[in-house]
């Protein structure tokens, strides 16, 4: 605990030399917890206007707890974000072939079959199949074609490109920690 007039700089260095006490002795759960203590205290002071900082902090915690539990971006965040987007897609399909995005190449299977443009209209295992494979496409940024993007879909393009950032910030992360891991 602080007293009322320790300033922020003195905070700061009181931390810093606890974490690097921790650290040297040793003692690596009590400088992960003094750490985050840390980065708390940082974000309520940097992000400090409308009560920012503390958001900030639930995001940390909640999506990575500040980064000392990085598994949870992939095991937890990709296929929840994953999932969101592909039961999306399930019942949007129609209107987001149709009217969003229609990857002919993505089609070319479903056409064959079908001798009709419209992905399948009926519910069921061929629809969940096709869009699971529009999902991931899109998501894992595998391609994108944007001459097939009709881009006067506000809406529409909005939605497209968060699926598609998402899913390729999940993917950078992914590479990153597999690479960071050897």
Not at 117 to 143: D, H, L, M, N, S
């Amino acid at each position: 605990m602080f007293g009322q007039g320790t300033t922020y700089e003195q905070k700061i260095s009181a931390y810093e030399s606890i974490i690097k006490n921790c650290r040297e002795a040793g003692m690596n759960e009590s400088a992960r917890d003094w750490d985050i203590d840390y980065r708390r205290l940082q974000n309520v002071h940097n992000y400090w206007f409308l009560g920012f900082g503390h958001l900030v902090n639930l995001f940390n915690w909640v999506w990575w707890n500040f980064g000392y539990a990085k598994w949870r971006i992939l095991v937890i965040w990709l296929p929840f974000f994953f999932l969101f987007f592909l039961a999306y897609n399930y019942i949007a399909l129609n209107r987001l072939w149709g009217t969003m995005y229609k990857d002919n190449e993505l089609g070319k299977a479903f056409l064959k079959r079908h001798a009709h443009t419209a992905p399948p209209v009926q519910y069921g295992w061929e629809r969940f199949a096709f869009a699971f494979f529009y999902t991931a496409v899109i998501y894992f940024g595998f391609k994108i074609r944007h001459e097939a993007v009709n881009y006067k879909n506000t809406r529409g393009l909005l939605y497209l490109y968060t699926m598609y950032a998402v899913g390729t910030l999940h993917m950078a992360f992914a590479f990153s920690y597999i690479i960071s891991a050897y």
